[in-house]
């Protein structure tokens, strides 16, 4: 049994069913319906690959036990895809399938594959001691948006002469979603200018995608919910702040969005410590960062099809914008070095002495300190060391390093 769990769009489905193209497989989406239907729709797809007739079933339980059998004299790969849905169809299904699982699995010779969107559903599901299915997972994968040298690599097979802006552009709307770059590929969308334009256009995949990924997930809330992702996707990152703009009691939302939802991530400057109030929130996702900040934000201009002023407005505020999506991307290049155990931010009360970016390496006792500026004139690097002053007496006799990272150091 192998756990496989992503968000919506990173390419689940596409990596299992190219994986499994050559072998006897079995794919089932668990769609929110009536049990019965489920059971008709599997009964046949069984039937289509397997050539074995089961019957008629109203139990999705009696179901999977006649499947076991079959797999006692049969190889074969079954995958559950959006797992997690079974909640909503049979909530007893997950221990109805333990008993049947622990029963008939030495006996059988089927390659199980439940994958799941709703991480934190998943990870309840098997994680939790108290759920039936806790401990049965053989294997467990988590499908990841492609790294930053991906990114590069799929910029310079299909535009070359690709500008750091561009690169910067593809990967502030895909953020390394393999659904967003094939959208963006399809419309050989790889300079800024044309992916903005993709983006922002009538009929476009990107302009009701937000709505559609998050509006069934948060129920009759979720008016709150994307209130409270808007205003952290236009820089009001800590909850006072997020409370004043929303006039919405933030609290249990955000725990909610960081817990449940595994969307928004709270971090501290580097050397707060885990009891400091000195919090703030960002939005995990780039693609919804940007959707929240101005799609979401301008709607009544999206919903009467003025996207010319979308497009104006991106265009208006896509330098101060895209200054915290470089930011971004040197945070994340930092970590994919694998050389440091901590990438983060720094700043002090009130704001001040704000650094960009700190990578620390505790076990060599060395700290990167960098200045991040889309324009590398703008960078003061004397600025910087005084800045980054408390840290240092901190960290007295560590190696620390002052960098200046622009749009030219993006390779």
């Known amino acids: ?5 992503g968000r919506r769009r990173i390419g689940k489905t596409t990596l299992i069913k190219h994986a499994y193209e050559k072998s006897r497989m079995i794919y089932f989406f668990v769609a929110r319906k009536s049990e019965t239907l489920l059971c008709q729709e599997l009964s046949d797809t069984i039937r289509d690959v397997l050539d074995e007739d089961l019957g008629n079933f109203t139990s999705m339980a009696r179901l999977f036990a006649s499947i076991m059998q079959i797999a006692k ?3 074969f790969t079954l995958v559950f895809d959006e797992f997690q849905n079974f909640k ?4 007893s299904f997950f221990s109805d399938m333990q008993n049947i699982w622990d029963s008939n699995k030495n006996a059988a010779h089927i390659n199980l594959i439940v994958c799941g969107s709703l991480y934190s559903m998943m990870t309840k599901i098997f994680d939790d001691r108290k759920e039936p299915l806790y401990g049965r997972a053989t294997s467990r994968m988590r499908l990841r ?12 097979d299909n535009n070359p002469s690709y500008t750091p802006d561009d690169l910067l552009a593809f990967y502030m709307i895909t953020g390394g979603v393999a659904k967003y770059v094939e959208q963006l590929h399809i419309l050989g969308a790889f300079t800024k200018e044309n992916i903005i334009n993709a983006v922002l256009s009538y009929g476009s995949y990107f302009i009701d995608e937000g709505k559609e990924l998050l509006s069934d997930e948060f129920g009759k809330d979720y008016g709150n ?3 409270i992702l808007s205003a952290i996707a236009g820089g009001f990152n800590e909850r006072g702040e997020i409370k004043s703009y929303t006039g919405i009691e933030a609290g249990g939302y955000l725990d909610k969005l960081e817990k449940t939802y595994d969307l928004i991530y709270r971090y501290r400057p580097y050397l707060a410590s885990e009891n400091s109030r000195n919090v703030r929130y960002g939005i995990k996702d780039n693609f919804l960062n940007f959707w929240f900040r101005f799609i979401y934000k301008y709607r009544s201009a999206v919903e009467i099809g003025n ?3 979308l497009r104006e407005k991106v265009n208006k505020d896509y330098s101060t914008f895209s200054g915290s999506i470089l930011e971004r991307f040197f945070r994340q290049k930092y970590r994919e070095t694998g050389l440091y155990n901590i990438v983060t931010n720094y700043w002090e009360k009130d704001g001040r002495n704000e650094i960009d970016l700190v990578a620390v390496n505790e076990v060599e006792k060395e700290i990167v300190i960098g200045e991040v500026k889309r324009n590398p004139k703008r960078i003061d690097l004397h600025g910087l060391e005084e800045k980054a002053a408390k840290i240092v007496s901190k960290r007295k006799g560590w190696n620390i390093d002052y960098v200046a990272l622009s749009l030219e150091d993006m390779e």
């Open 1 to 5: 049994m192998t756990v496989l769990t």
């Open 73 to 75: 004299r049969r190889h």
């Open 145 to 156: 948006a492609f790294p930053l040298a991906t990114l590069q690599e799929i910029m310079r």
């Open 225 to 227: 919910y994307f209130s």
């Open 88 to 91: 909503y169809v049979n909530e």
């Open 307 to 309: 996207l010319d002023y």
